[in-house]
């Protein structure tokens, strides 16, 4: 994506002295809850402001009130010194503020083409929409796929693409529009290395042509790199304002008040006879075999490069995907899952990548959640017990200090950090034999990453937890045993404690470049 080639004739202002978005004491509030408490800043033109917080601070309400989803109770947003009112999502794009949301699935329409997908706005609009053709679709596509230098199969099914590419097609269709105001909220949570790196050359360009950025994230890496001055948000108010040199612990401090920031540990050293035991498995029928052993007592943390292969070893073990090769043994007997369900009754579970798409009822209640995958434990003579329900769901409110109204507040109510908060924190409520993870910390902030973690560790005394994330940080915090995945190969494995991000990263990098990687590479124990 190059900003300096980006479809359409308006050319951002370059001028980066002038305050080009200002909002002056913005407040939200929903009922008796107040969201947002009089927030003002502004964003000068060229300048990339970074909006952390912790989750429930405030962020993603501020986000959608200035994208239009949300109107703001009062205040107000200035715009190249005018005031502007938002009261859909158009007037914010006709205004010039253009937002990619979290979720990757918010920005793309299953069922359409990709290209049909990058012109959504201009179909959308019935003027437009009637007179232009699949042919006429395909070449305003290809302009805006030439200007941005992509590279996307235009006429796919966007559900056919991965997380990462329609992630792509969310971000394009918005650069396309020249805004003055770009929202980017958690980009990079679910690109690849190089895409990132891409995504980050690209915002600088836009930077340059005076593009005014707001860049939320939780991955301070992403903050030191991009961002000119960082604005932190807690209990929708601003706390601090933070400009470069950007000092990371201050700025920690800030978004987690008193909460412990995180808690070091040492690796164990499981013993006792294995739990779970894999020989021979294949993440696709092409590549090399994986052996894998777990205990109770530890931490496997599996990490790699999106796109290594850890998803689909995961959905193996946990009866999503059948078996491609080898043997899999729980507690010494075989184990083959015919699905989830089965695998759920043989005591295996596991937390999806996904959550908004393979875990959430948008429209469902919080308790509704919490017990959807054991209901029988709450069923008497063919009738559901509704208060047992609800008492099992404050439970996990107050365990894993989720910010919300109460059990039957609807989940999409929730930030994206509290809403995972809630859906690990009901699978810990129960006994399971082994305890998988797929990109648990994504999107969520470093205060609920630690509660999460010393959840995880504790829960490990009595069942072997294995967690994947393409974050090397992320594996480190929680885990006892590091094991690296590239191109669907195991190619090394470590105590947490013998290893730091910036080795594991070089390990992976080494592998990938056809570069010996260090010893350990057959059997892992």
């Given amino acids: 994506m190059q900003a300096e080639t980006m479809a359409g004739g308006r050319m951002p202002p370059a001028d980066r002295s002038t305050m080009l978005v200002e909002f002056r004491g913005l407040t939200k509030t929903f009922g008796a809850t107040r969201a947002l408490r009089g927030v003002s800043f502004g964003i000068r033109a060229g ?98 796929q030439e200007k941005l230098k992509l590279d996307l199969p235009l006429d796919a099914p966007v559900e056919e693409l991965s997380p990462s590419r329609r992630q792509e097609v969310a971000i394009a269709r918005e650069l396309a529009k020249n805004p003055k105001l770009l929202i980017l909220d958690e980009p990079t949570s679910t690109l690849s290395e190089r895409e990132a790196e891409k995504l980050f050359a690209a915002v600088k360009d836009f930077q340059n042509l005076g593009i005014a950025i707001l860049y939320i994230t939780h991955r301070m890496s992403e903050v030191e790199m991009l961002c000119d001055r960082v604005v932190v948000l807690r209990n929708g108010e601003i ?19 008193e909460l412990i920031l995180t808690q070091d540990h040492e690796s164990r050293e499981a013993e006792g006879a294995p739990v779970f035991e894999a020989g021979g498995m294949r993440c696709k029928p092409d590549t090399p075999p994986i052996d894998l052993t777990m205990r109770r007592g530890e931490v496997v943390g599996l990490t790699g490069l999106i796109g290594a292969g850890k998803t689909e070893l995961l959905e193996q073990i946990c009866g999503h995907q059948p078996l491609i090769d080898g043997d899999m043994k ?161 190619v090394h494995e470590d105590k947490a404690d013998n290893m730091t991000a910036d080795s594991l990263m070089e390990i992976m990098s080494r592998s990938i470049s056809g570069e010996t990687a260090p010893e350990n590479k057959a059997h892992f124990q």
């Fill in 47 to 144: 300048e990339t402001v970074g909006l952390l917080g912790a989750n429930g601070a405030g962020k993603s309400t501020l986000i959608k009130t200035l994208a239009g989803i949300h109107r703001a109770t009062s205040g107000s947003i200035v715009i190249e010194g005018q005031e502007c009112s938002f009261d859909f999502p158009d007037d914010a794009r006709n205004a010039g503020i253009a937002t990619v949301h979290q979720n990757i699935d918010d920005g793309v329409v299953f069922g359409m083409s990709v290209a049909e997908n990058l012109l959504l706005d201009e179909i959308a609009k019935s003027s437009l929409g009637f007179f232009l053709t699949e042919r006429e679709i395909n070449r305003r596509a290809r302009q805006v």
């Fill in 239 to 257: 706390v601090s304002q933070h400009e470069r040199p950007l000092d990371k612990k201050a700025i920690a401090g800030s978004i987690l008040g």
């Fill in 330 to 490: 729980l507690e010494g007997n075989r184990y083959r899952p015919r699905d989830t369900r089965d695998a759920m009754n043989s005591g295996v579970v596991m937390v999806p990548e996904q959550r908004a798409l393979q875990s959430i009822f948008p429209t469902d209640d919080l308790w509704k959640h919490s017990t959807i995958g054991f209901l029988e434990d709450f069923c008497r003579l063919g009738f559901m017990a509704r208060n047992r329900e609800m008492r099992f769901t404050q439970d996990v409110i107050d365990d894993f200090r989720v910010v919300c109204p109460g059990p039957d507040a609807a989940i999409e109510e929730l930030s994206g950090g509290n809403q995972q908060k809630l859906l690990v924190g009901r699978w810990l409520k129960r006994g399971w034999k082994l305890f998988i993870l797929d990109e648990p910390f994504r999107g969520i902030d470093i205060g609920a990453r630690g509660l999460i973690s010393r959840a995880l560790r504790a829960y490990s005394q009595d069942v072997p937890v294995l967690i994947c994330s393409s974050d090397p940080e992320e594996v480190i915090e929680v885990a006892d045993r590091v094991l690296i995945m590239v191109e669907s190969e195991i």
